[in-house]
């Protein structure tokens, strides 16, 4: 290849079309040119660089007259460190009659000089002889080395920002690359390190047996950043420096919604799913919260879900559908509840898909406190005067409510006519036949802002069943219609677009068979028109308590379940999605009733580490999904062993408290970092590291997770995979460049999901890009059978509450399965404790690395062959 006398020489690693990257940024710097720059600014300045020439003699003399000076010059200064070139040469040729254990005196380094061609280059015998007329006495040598040292210094940041000033006057330049690559070279000089291209194989020798005599006979055998799990060190000894480490598993289960799509609270509120954070409550399939534990991003291939009775929402291409069979025949019972992925799903045949459905649930909101009976305030809704108190009605069931319901509240009903049909309305005690329009139901509904305002408020669109059925029932009564077949219909018409949609989500909270529509009511008599929306539901309608017989509907008769719906999937293109992972089964409700399905593993390798009792390490945790606040949260109440649900819903016991106090304690002293930055770019993360390292040394780096990080502004391309390339190079390079082990987690793609079997994941399912594998030293898999419906294993031992740790490469060591118990209330992992008292079996011995935050785990008591130290109250899931 050939290049001008001017040109660097470069060489190009990434994909074609990309910039090649230069050989001296590869070297750490080119000295050689580094210098000549720096020598030339200090030409034009007429300035001499830092130097001790005089003070160079003096320690070369020095060594040359006592051999304890050699050492102690040794520990300070480098042969790069003498401003001279001859001084150089000298001390280099002391290095190496020093080790090879030969005398250093005027004779021998005559010899070695003339041998290497060097001694008239340094003045010859003369020279040397002179050297040692510079200093009586070595009694100072190692003062007099931290001189050199110190000019060597501030030359060496002469030369760095020299090359760094004349590189931003190169056009095209890119200002944030440079910036990192200046911050690299100055961390470089303030470690005193250069860094080379190559080294030669005597030097790695003996920098090797160094350190297998270091770690030889440490207890345990750990020779790297413990991981807290006994049989997961044993397998690694430990995180080792400048490894990666790839901690894969499926990213929130495929529970991703498009940008918009309408999530039901568990608090009757409905929020956009991109708007969810972690800790939010979901309602659940089951009438019970669902809590947000992590948040998952991205882009996908997406797809609309098209329901026949119901609203379409859009979800990405791994999305889990939740279906229920609609027909009696075949192996499966009727009823019976499929989770699968949308990809999956659309390779079934049509009857497969004729006879698995989507479908509705009704939601269950805690009771509490309203201030107008909800009956009230459906009549009112539905046949009320808008600016006050009045209700018209021609329904005695409805008047003889209204005067119960006045004198209940010590308030009076007037009718006018009793004989003729004519409005009724609440009037205050003593002022009976004249409109009340300041009474305290009137001054309730302006406390609401329901005066001109007609709306269901929250405090009854999410309160107990009871309630909302009450309200309803008002609703029927006074703007109601029941169309007569299989039970009966109802219909709603409101001219309200927000109080019709409201009436839908009553009904859809419900369970009801529920639409909307927007149609032209005319009066042929004017020629009047206006939108007006007809709500209509159906199901078991017979429950609400409708006053008036003739809208009172009879038990459904119709053998079809009316909670189920068909349903379409039509491929959308590529979109972003928005996903979670959720405690419980991980199914949630959408808007309307509709039933869909849904980091704490690396979190207890960096917890671990930063707490061993034994060899505490200094953890860097970079999470890109939850807040600092929130990972403080999870840490906490992982390391208290105290109910992470409990905790985030307000509801702890008194010992709980004692319990985080303690955890607090402990979390407190650790020397642990946390950083949330969301986007973190690979520049940010290079210098914070960097950073920390300088400040307060660092043992571990942990990245939550991989994908979320992004490229350099340079790299970034819209092949995504080249992207991920260039992100998992430049982690492995900063574990190399701050020589600690960086673990991060990936994403595995849906190849798990399509794979029969037992769905173990393997080194071609992860995602994105072929290069993890490559760059990784080490890739370890999360596996847990349970969430797959796996119950028991091929031994028939039960699978609850059991995760395994798959390492599926180890660059430097063997690969194998680590079993741990993963206890779900404290979304913590923890050693293994079995049946298996010795080492066949293959799950491990008890106990392991106990950091005495809690109580230990008991043994295997039960006969399952599960291990499962603390059984979880249900069967909640948490993230991996």
């Not at 269950?364 to 009230?376: E, K, M, T």
């Not at 973190?680 to 043992?699: F, I, N, P, Q, W």
């Not at 190079?729 to 991060?744: I, N, Q």
């Not at 030293?777 to 609850?800: C, H, K, L, M, P």
């Amino acid at each position: 290849m050939a290049s001008s006398s001017n040109d660097r020489f470069s060489i190009n690693p990434d994909d074609a079309g990309q910039p090649s990257y230069p050989l001296d940024k590869m070297r750490g710097r080119d000295r050689s040119r580094s210098r000549s720059q720096s020598d030339e600014m200090h030409n034009k300045a007429g300035r001499v660089p830092p130097q001790a020439v005089d003070v160079e003699k003096s320690v070369l003399g020095a060594m040359m007259l006592e051999r304890e000076a050699i050492p102690k010059a040794i520990q300070v200064i480098s042969a790069d460190a003498f401003y001279s070139a001859k001084h150089e040469k000298i001390y280099t040729a002391m290095l190496n009659l020093f080790e090879r254990g030969n005398p250093v005196d005027l004779v021998t380094l005559t010899n070695e000089l003339k041998r290497n061609d060097d001694l008239d280059d340094v003045g010859g015998g003369y020279y040397l002889s002179e050297l040692t007329t510079e200093v009586a006495s070595a009694a100072n040598v190692e003062y007099h080395a931290r001189i050199i040292a110190e000019k060597s210094l501030l030359r060496k940041m002469i030369e760095t920002m020299t090359t760094v000033v004349g590189q931003a006057y190169e056009p095209g330049a890119d200002a944030f690359e440079l910036l990192d690559e200046a911050e690299s070279k100055i961390f470089q000089v303030s470690d005193n390190q250069l860094r080379k291209a190559a080294s030669p194989i005597n030097e790695v020798v003996k920098d090797t047996l160094e350190q297998l005599e270091s770690i030889h006979g440490q207890e345990g055998g750990i020779t790297g950043v413990p991981s807290g799990f006994r049989k997961l060190d044993d397998l690694t000894s430990g995180w080792q420096p400048s490894d990666l480490i790839i901690i894969a598993a499926r990213p929130s289960m495929g529970k991703c919604l498009g940008r918009g799509t309408p999530v039901m609270m568990a608090d009757g509120t409905v929020k956009p799913v991109e708007t969810i954070m972690v800790g939010d409550q979901l309602m659940g399939d089951d009438g019970t919260p669902r809590t947000v534990q992590s948040l998952a991003r991205g882009r996908e291939p997406m797809y609309w879900v098209r329901q026949k009775r119901g609203i379409d929402y859009r979800v990405n291409e791994s999305h889990i559908l939740s279906l229920k069979k609609s027909q009696s025949e075949g192996a499966r019972a009727r009823g019976s509840i499929t989770d699968i992925p949308v990809h999956e799903y659309l390779q079934k045949s049509d009857k497969w898909k004729n006879d698995n459905k989507g479908f509705k649930a009704p939601a269950s909101f805690p009771d509490q406190p309203v201030p107008l009976d909800p009956y009230f305030l459906g009549l009112w809704l539905g046949d009320g005067k808008a600016d006050n108190a009045r209700i018209y009605t021609t329904d005695d069931e409805v008047v003889d409510y209204l005067q119960t319901f006045a004198k209940e509240r010590g308030d009076t009903v007037s009718v006018h006519d009793e004989h003729r049909p004519c409005p009724a309305y609440l009037v205050k005690s003593g002022e009976r036949g004249t409109v009340a329009t300041r009474n305290a139901v009137q001054a309730t509904l302006r406390d609401l802002d329901l005066l001109n305002n007609k709306h269901i408020p929250q405090c009854y669109l999410g309160n107990s069943r009871a309630k909302r059925l009450r309200l309803l029932a008002g609703l029927i009564d006074s703007d109601g219609h029941l169309n007569r077949g299989y039970g009966g219909t109802y219909e709603i018409t409101q001219s309200s677009n927000q109080l019709a949609h409201q009436i839908k989500f009553l009904c859809d909270t419900l369970g009801y068979r529920t639409s909307l529509t927007a149609k032209t009511a005319r009066i042929a008599s004017t020629g009047y028109e206006s939108e007006v929306y007809r709500v209509r539901f159906n199901g078991n309608v017979d429950e609400i308590p409708v006053r008036i017989p003739r809208k009172q509907a009879t038990p459904w008769t119709d053998q079809r379940n009316w909670r189920v719906t068909g349903i379409e999937v039509e491929r959308d293109g590529v979109g972003d999605y928005y996903g979670f992972t959720l405690n419980g089964n991980g199914r949630f409700l959408l808007a309307d009733g509709t039933v869909t399905h849904n980091t704490a593993f690396s979190l207890a390798c960096g917890l671990n580490a930063a707490t061993h009792p034994e060899n505490p390490a200094s953890v860097a945790i970079f999470s890109l999904e939850m807040g600092a606040q929130q990972l403080a949260q999870r840490l906490l109440t992982s390391e208290a062993r105290v109910d992470a649900q409990r905790a985030r819903t307000g509801r702890m016991k008194d010992d709980d408290w004692q319990k985080l106090a303690r955890a607090a304690g402990k979390l407190s002293d650790a020397s642990l970092f946390i950083d949330d930055t969301p986007g973190l770019s690979v520049l940010e993360l290079r210098a914070k590291c960097r950073r920390l390292k300088a400040e307060h040394g660092l043992d571990l780096v942990v990245v939550d997770y991989l994908q979320l990080m992004q490229a350099s502004a340079s790299k970034r391309t819209q092949n995504r995979e080249q992207e991920i390339a260039h992100i998992s190079r430049s982690l492995k390079g900063l574990a190399k460049e701050l020589d600690v082990p960086v673990l991060a987690l990936s994403q595995l793609n849906r190849g798990v999901e399509n794979r029969g079997g037992d769905k173990r994941p393997q080194l071609s399912d992860l995602r994105e890009s072929g290069s993890i594998e490559q760059d990784a030293d080490v890739v370890a898999f999360i596996y847990r059978a349970e969430r797959y419906g796996i119950t028991v294993d091929d031994q028939g031992n039960s699978t609850e509450g059991l995760a395994e740790i798959i390492i599926g490469k180890q660059r430097n060591g063997p690969i194998g399965t680590v079993e741990l118990a993963f206890v779900d209330r404290y979304a913590r992992f923890e050693n293994l404790t079995t049946r298996y008292d010795n080492n066949s079996g293959g799950a491990g011995q008890g106990g392991g690395f106990n950091d005495g935050g809690g109580d230990s785990l008991p043994p295997f008591n039960g006969d399952g062959g599960g291990a499962i130290p603390e059984p979880p109250p249900d069967d909640e899931e948490a993230p991996f």
